[in-house]
């Protein structure tokens, strides 16, 4: 089946450095997948962070950026300097392009840290 | 931003009764979802609902599962009986349904907790 595999948490680092957050998928079932990375902050609903629909492109949002490469099957989240404000658990999922309405397939959540 | 609110935030329930989680999506999507998070676990997917009828459902979601919609309000996840492993937090998440990569917005979750 389809499946997300990502940086397994909790993930620490200090203001001003920089991040990765790994994510890898396999999409079986999926003949054109969509990536998406999500975001939850405390005490809040899972949010949209940035989506990415076509092979080889970067989607970037709030200074996160994640490139979809479909030859290593890979969507890593990256930030140049993380904030205090970027403390929060990141989820990165696979969907359907040609499906409208088809579920999504979450990786395990990623906590983040950000140290003042 | 468009909210999907979720009520209660938080629900108690015995075993071998009903409960009923509701859900009020953004008001113009067309297509709702569940999806289940046991602490610890990854965020699962159980159904999908469009135009009053279930479009696919996970092996979670078992036959004491319902779901609907009467009358455009809210999106309801009925479980008749409960049973102790559907302690989990659920979220529910609509989309509008016409893209080509659609962007669901959830709720914050109904921590549900059977004893």
């Known amino acids: 089946g389809d499946s997300v595999t990502q940086t397994e948490g909790p993930v620490t680092v200090s203001e001003s450095e920089s991040l990765i957050i790994n994510c890898t998928y396999s999409a079986t079932s999926i003949a054109y997948p969509n990536l998406f990375w999500y975001v939850r902050y405390p005490g809040e609903g899972l949010q949209l962070l940035l989506k990415v629909i076509t092979a080889g492109q970067k989607g970037s949002s709030r200074g996160f950026e994640a490139t979809y490469n479909k030859e290593t099957t890979s969507f890593h989240l990256q930030k140049a300097s993380v904030q205090e404000s970027d403390s929060a658990v990141y989820y990165c999922?696979?969907?359907?392009?040609?499906?409208?309405?088809?579920?999504?397939?979450f990786g395990g959540g990623t906590r983040l840290t950000v140290r003042p | 931003g468009p909210k999907v609110l979720q009520i209660p935030s938080h629900q108690i329930i015995d075993m071998g009764q009903m409960v009923t989680l509701n859900c009020d999506p953004v008001s113009n999507h067309l297509y709702f979802y569940w999806y289940k998070q046991i602490l610890g676990q990854q965020m699962e997917f159980l159904v999908n609902?469009?135009?009053?009828?279930?479009m696919e459902k996970s092996k979670l979601f078992k036959d004491q599962f319902s779901v609907e919609r009467p009358d455009g309000s809210y999106f309801t996840l009925k479980i008749q009986p409960t049973a102790l492993e559907d302690s989990a937090v659920y979220f529910c998440?609509?989309?509008w349904g016409l893209g080509r990569a659609e962007t669901l917005y959830f709720g914050s979750g109904t921590r549900l907790t059977v004893l």
């Open positions: 998440a609509s989309s």
């Open positions: 609902f469009y135009n009053g009828k279930v």
């Open positions: 999922a696979l969907g359907d392009r040609n499906n409208a309405g088809a579920k999504l397939t």
